[in-house]
C-alpha cells in the first residue's frame, strides 16, 4: 500500500462506516486500501478527541498532548 493523504471527510465516512458495523475492519481496511493500524489509529484518535482529532497528524498529537496537560494540572488542583 502506498502511502497518501486521506481528508478529513474521508477518514470520518471510514470510521462511520466501521462504527455501523455493516464493515469489518479488514473489509474497510482492503476498501481503501489502507493499513489496520493505520485504521485503528483513526478510530482511537476520533474517540479520544472527535473529529479534530482526524486533522493533520501533528495537530492531532498536540490536541492529545494539550489534553493530557489539561488532566494533569485538574489532578494536581
Known sequence: ??????SLE????IIMDYKSEDYALSELCSKYQIYKSTLCKWIDKFEELG???LKHRNHGKS???????QEKEGQAL
Do not use: F, P, Q, T
Open 10 to 13: 474521508l477518514k470520518y465516512e
Open 63 to 69: 490536541i492529545l498532548r494539550n489534553k493530557k496537560i
Open 51 to 53: 473529529i479534530h482529532g
Open 1 to 6: 500500500m502506498s502511502k497518501r493523504a486521506y
